[in-house]
């Protein structure tokens, strides 16, 4: 993976793009301190459907979400009040 200051990536940002297209992943440094990564596009698509799905989506699908694991209720022991 080729390293770029920001500075050179904004100003040669098509050579910065054509290096990412050809070469793969390029990582831009702000101050000498990691910032960003430029990934090709089937990279970027093959992360995200390999993501595991956000909370957002298991609340809004249709699906089962499994089975929880409930205790039996009316089990559960009390402690004694004090004073009554």
């Given amino acids: 993976m080729n390293t770029w200051p920001v ?3 904004k100003a040669r940002f098509s050579e910065f793009l054509d290096a990412c297209i050809t070469n793969g992943s390029q990582l831009v440094t702000r101050r000498g301190v990691e910032t ?27 699906t ?3 089975d929880l694991n409930l205790p ?6 009390r402690r004694p009040v004090i004073g009554a």
């Fill in 36 to 62: 960003a990564v430029l990934v090709p596009i089937a990279e970027w698509k093959r992360l995200n459907q390999a993501a595991p799905p956000t909370l957002k989506t298991l609340l809004l699908s249709d």
């Fill in 64 to 66: 089962a979400r499994g």
């Fill in 7 to 9: 500075q050179d990536a």
């Fill in 72 to 77: 039996p209720r009316g089990k559960a022991k």
